[in-house]
């Protein structure tokens, strides 16, 4: 049995286990499953966990695989790192320009900043967070920019031809 054999068993067997859990929320219904914690904990969530596995497994797979083709080609692997390095370079640019002023309101006064679990951040622990909030803003504001360039650029070159 060859390896294209097998990749389409693997896709098959599950995505047969797609279908069984689809079946099952059909058969259930909509408004039971709202309703019910009890079907939801039955039905919902080993879709979800499936899915969670499914999607932690095709990440190392991809990942992985991507890691392997990079050894076995070392100008591919120089060329990543050089890419990889350009990109934490604009991050640190990106990082170190951005302010950590507290955002403020209409009336100029500073906006709560809460961390996940509610509870409201003051002081530095407020402005550090302001700062990396706004170095990721602006780091997706560079890569956005790059992008539009690289599009614009493309075009331009396709007139000429």
Not at 32 to 42: F, K, M, S, V, Y
Not at 95 to 124: H, P, R, W
């Amino acid at each position: 049995m060859n390896k294209s054999k097998i990749v389409t068993i693997v896709t098959a067997v599950l995505g047969l286990v797609g279908v069984f859990f689809l079946v099952r929320i059909i058969m259930a219904g909509d408004d039971a499953i709202e309703t019910d914690a009890a079907l939801q904990g039955n039905i919902v969530d080993p879709l979800i966990g499936f899915a969670t596995y499914l999607l932690i497994a095709t990440a190392i797979l991809a990942i992985g695989f991507s890691i392997w083709n990079m050894l076995r080609h070392p100008e591919s692997l120089k060329k990543t790192l050089i890419t990889f390095g350009i990109f934490i370079g604009l991050f640190l640019i990106a990082y170190f320009t951005a302010s950590d002023e507290l955002a403020t309101d209409a009336q100029g006064n500073a906006i709560v900043i809460k961390d996940m679990s509610d509870k409201i951040l003051t002081g530095d622990a407020a402005h550090a967070l302001t700062k990396k909030v706004t170095g990721l803003i602006n780091f997706t504001g560079i890569l956005g920019l790059i992008g539009l360039i690289t599009i614009a650029w493309g075009f331009v070159k396709s007139l000429g031809k």
